[in-house]
């Protein structure tokens, strides 16, 4: 079965920090790189982070410094460390494979950052 699980966020304020995981399906996560995406409402989805399975890591400009991915190969899952935490980083946070397949996109996890 194909599928992307993803959890851990929540609300939180200004300065602050969450851990997002991310469960994939084998068939998905096998030697493939991942990556955490978002979406705000009316933009275009964009990526966070991403990961080989070998350990090479990209950030976007706007997070690097400030989150951190990395992956349990044995477990297929996908972390996404977020500290200092600014308003701008509210949105919903979704896995995939880098690159993102339409067919994979899961529900998502919804990260509110309060001022």
């Known amino acids: 079965q194909v599928q992307l699980v993803e959890s851990g966020g929540g609300l939180v304020q200004a300065g602050g920090s969450l851990i997002l995981s991310c469960a994939a399906s084998?068939?998905?996560?096998?030697?493939?790189?991942m990556g955490w995406y978002r979406q705000a409402p009316g933009k275009q989805r964009e990526l966070v982070a991403t990961?080989?399975?070998?350990?090479?890591?990209n950030y976007a400009d706007s997070v690097k410094g400030r989150f951190t991915i990395s992956r349990d190969n044995s477990k297929n899952m996908v972390y996404l460390q977020m500290n200092s935490l600014k308003p701008e980083d509210t949105t919903v946070y979704y896995c995939?494979?880098?690159?993102?397949?339409?067919?994979?996109w899961g529900q998502g996890t919804q990260v509110t950052v309060s001022s």
């Open positions: 995939n494979r880098d690159p993102p397949r339409a067919g994979y």
């Open positions: 084998r068939s998905i996560f096998s030697r493939n790189a």
């Open positions: 990961m080989t399975s070998g350990g090479r890591k």
